[in-house]
């Protein structure tokens, strides 16, 4: 069974403050790493994908992966208030199989 | 650039009735999937349709089920609704692989049965 777990918060973060977002997954046949946020009342939007260990940046962004543990993470810095959102942890092995495996989410709340 | 389109966006059902979703991927987008959010089991996978052959399948039972037309546009559908289909449809179009490429959502159905 996949499972992909994360804390479900809520992640209070002040202004300007790195917020630190974990998830771990439990198939070690999982290829594709994805970041959703979803704000409330709204649809998942992608803001990360990762595919290999290490770390990748985009703009305030940076996923991090380490498959030997089996755990992702999205690392946001200089946190706005705009970025209070739930953050979504998905995985899937590739080549389309079974489709992605979401956790539950943590909800962050970045404090003014 | 239209996104992905989800009618109706509010449905009320009540027990054993059936309820069709459509919606519609974005221009050139040949892979659509199917999720269900609740509070309770987050966002979990329904199906996901290619080139209107059902490519993958979640772990849900037989009353749900799709189908993709040749324009890509997609319906699911749930017979002899329960009290537990309550939840959020969303619809998500990829080009092509939806598991190693960005997924547009759109904004989904809430559909309540009563």
């Known amino acids: 069974q996949k499972e992909v777990e994360q804390n479900s918060g809520p992640l209070s973060v002040p202004e300007g403050a790195i917020a630190s977002l974990n998830c771990t997954y439990s198939?070690?046949?999982?290829?594709?790493f994805f970041w959703y946020r979803q704000y409330s009342g709204k649809s998942p939007e992608l803001i990360m994908s990762?595919?290999?260990?290490g770390d990748k940046e985009d703009g305030r962004f940076t996923a991090q992966l380490n498959k030997a543990s089996q755990y992702v993470s999205l690392l946001i810095r200089d946190s706005q208030p705009s970025d209070s959102a739930t953050y979504l942890c998905?995985?899937?092995?590739?080549?389309?199989?079974?489709?992605?495996?979401f956790g539950k989410g943590t909800h962050l709340i970045i404090q003014p | 650039k239209a996104g992905v389109t989800q009618t109706p966006r509010y449905l009320i059902k009540t027990r054993g009735q059936q309820v069709t979703l459509s919606c519609s991927p974005i221009?050139?987008?040949?892979?659509v999937s199917w999720y269900q959010q609740t509070p309770g089991q987050g966002l979990q996978f329904l199906f996901e349709?290619?080139?209107?052959?059902?490519?993958n399948k979640g772990n849900f039972p037989g009353r749900f089920s799709g189908r993709q037309f040749s324009n890509s546009r997609s319906e699911m559908n749930v017979s002899t609704l329960e009290l537990g289909d309550s939840a959020l449809y969303l619809c998500?179009?990829?080009?092509?692989?939806?598991?190693?490429?960005?997924?547009?959502f759109g904004s989904g159905t809430q559909l309540s049965v009563l």
């Open positions: 998500a179009s990829s080009l092509a692989d939806p598991t190693n490429e960005k997924l547009f």
């Open positions: 198939d070690r046949g999982s290829q594709s």
């Open positions: 990762i595919y290999s260990n």
């Open positions: 998905a995985v899937n092995r590739g080549g389309g199989a079974d489709g992605l495996t």
């Open positions: 221009s050139g987008h040949r892979s």
């Open positions: 349709y290619f080139s209107e052959t059902q490519r």
